[in-house]
């Protein structure tokens, strides 16, 4: 369900405020949460003919630079996140969003996200998110201050694995990478839908993820979604902000993930 005016009004002020205070670095700023400039890239991209948001072939996907080296999932899989001692069931939708999907799967099978802490939880003025999947955080010793601004560093290249801007349009064949579009996501901002954080750079995702509290329609396009919270949303209603993630498995579709 879209925003009316006023309400959108309001949610732009609180996306915005989103951004970590103090943030002048590429490097701080790199996988927060939703910001501004989802509005800004919106209205930037409604100039455009829908015709340029074409999908882009299997060819050119793998053209795009580290893509080959990324975890795939083809197919669907089923991952239990415990939260407080409760099952949360999410759907990860490999078909729509291989790349953002087989990332995620392959993650949880690595373990990255247990422990991790949801450093950001926005249900005022009106429900939007709740954020988690920054490795720092996994330290008690670590700054609280910090948490939002790290991803997963991948032992093979010695760097903060980030994956392209993946979205597949309604009704397309392949989705489209390192741009946001205009046309209506395959997979949208609906309440539970669960998509990679990320900053301004398009391609900046790498380990944060958040859930969707509510239909962010003014979302769509701009930010991955990869699955959607199929039983459990009640524990993700009372999540808190400093709570931590007891363990996340995968439990079906572990053979979907194809890793290089």
Not at 36 to 49: H, M, P, R, V
Not at 59 to 75: A, C, Q, V, Y
Not at 235 to 259: C, F, H, M, P, Y
Request: hydrophobic share 35%.
């Amino acid at each position: 369900m879209r925003l009316k005016f006023s309400h959108f009004l309001v949610s732009l002020l609180m996306i915005g405020g989103l951004m970590l205070g103090g943030c002048s670095t590429e490097k701080v700023t790199s996988n927060t949460s939703p910001t501004s400039t989802a509005t800004s890239n919106a209205t930037e991209e409604s100039s455009k003919s829908n015709t340029e948001a074409t999908t882009i072939s299997e060819i050119s996907r793998e053209s795009i630079p580290g893509i080959k080296n990324l975890p795939r999932l083809e197919g669907k899989a089923t991952v239990v996140m415990t939260v407080n001692g409760a099952p949360i069931t999410i759907e990860v939708d490999g078909t729509n969003a291989p790349i953002t999907a087989g990332n995620f799967v392959d993650l949880v099978q690595k373990g990255i996200y247990d422990g991790l802490v949801f450093h950001r939880v926005v249900r005022e003025p009106q429900p939007f998110v709740v954020q988690g999947g920054d490795p720092q955080s996994k330290d008690p010793k670590s700054s609280p201050e910090r948490w939002g601004t790290g991803g997963y560093i991948d032992p093979k290249i010695g760097t903060e694995r980030r994956i392209p801007l993946e979205i597949k349009p309604e009704g397309a064949e392949q989705p489209v990478y390192s741009k946001t579009i205009t046309n209506k996501p395959a997979l949208t901002h609906k309440l539970g839908a669960v998509a990679m954080a990320r900053s301004e750079p398009p391609d900046s995702a790498s380990s944060q993820f958040y859930f969707a509290l509510a239909d962010l329609g003014f979302l769509d396009g701009n930010y991955a979604v990869f699955g959607y919270v199929t039983d459990g949303f009640d524990v993700v209603n009372k999540i808190q902000q400093g709570d931590r993630i007891n363990s996340a498995k995968v439990t079906q579709g572990a053979e979907n993930l194809k890793t290089p």
